[in-house]
């Protein structure tokens, strides 16, 4: 069965070091995402890819890095700089980006917490 | 820009009670209009959607019709199981983003 795949689901971060989520999908889809969710709150979006080796900012990319070397992998750097990174990360992606009648695909997310 | 709003949760239920779960948003042009629901500890699924105006998107029991006058796409469901308790987010596509609302938790009891 074609889904996405987030690895690890739990994560554990020492003070200043960067820690990065994994996410893979083999839906063949051109658009990916990641979103932060804290508790009792909705999604928020960190980056976003419509293409392989383009990647643009969410609204909270501060503190975050991505990569997009291959259509199937988006994986997700939480960075030092970011502080406050304790969260429930979601990987997203899209089949036809840009066309608006397409839903998002979601992987079952990583929890990262600080040690 | 674009926004959806949802209305606050939590929503508590008897089993077999009637769901309504109220959305609006805000968009230029007609955007495409989404539920997903999340069940605790895991991603969204894809509940139902509609593309267009008088749509009526449907799935296991819940339905929400598109509607462009009121700007909205409430879901409702006739009869409510323990087993729908959990977070639902509308949602709307704009250009290349979803925009989700910020969710509803319902809880369902026996």
């Known amino acids: 069965d074609g889904g996405i795949t987030q690895s690890p689901k739990y994560l554990f971060r020492k003070e200043g070091q960067n820690v990065t989520l994994s996410c893979e999908q083999n839906?063949?889809?051109?658009?990916m995402y990641w979103y932060r969710q804290d508790p009792g709150q909705g999604l928020r979006l960190i980056y976003y890819?419509?293409?392989?080796?383009?990647?643009q900012k969410g609204d909270i990319a501060e503190g975050y890095s991505v990569s997009r070397e291959k259509k199937e992998s988006f994986p997700l750097t939480v960075t030092s700089a970011q502080k406050n990174p304790t969260a429930f990360y979601l990987c997203?992606?899209?089949?036809?980006?840009?066309?608006?009648?397409?839903?998002?695909?979601f992987g079952d997310g990583t929890r990262l917490s600080i040690l | 820009g674009d926004s959806v709003t949802q209305m606050e949760g939590p929503v508590t239920l008897s089993e077999e009670a009637f769901l309504t779960i109220n959305c609006t948003y805000t968009?230029?042009?007609?955007?495409?209009l989404f539920w997903y629901v999340q069940y605790p500890g895991e991603g969204l699924q894809l509940l139902l959607k509609?593309?267009?105006?008088?749509d009526k998107g449907s799935n296991k029991g819940f339905e929400a019709t598109y509607r462009k006058e009121t700007t909205s796409f409430h879901l409702e469901k006739g009869s409510v199981q323990v087993s729908d308790s959990a977070v639902y987010f509308c949602?709307?596509?704009?250009?290349?983003?979803?925009?989700f609302g910020a969710g509803t938790r319902l809880f369902v009891k026996a």
């Open positions: 997203a992606s899209t089949d036809k980006s840009g066309q608006s009648n397409q839903p998002q695909h």
């Open positions: 839906l063949n889809h051109d658009a």
């Open positions: 890819s419509q293409i392989v080796n383009d990647f």
């Open positions: 968009a230029t042009g007609y955007p495409s």
């Open positions: 509609a593309t267009k105006a008088d």
């Open positions: 949602a709307l596509v704009g250009g290349f983003k979803t925009i």
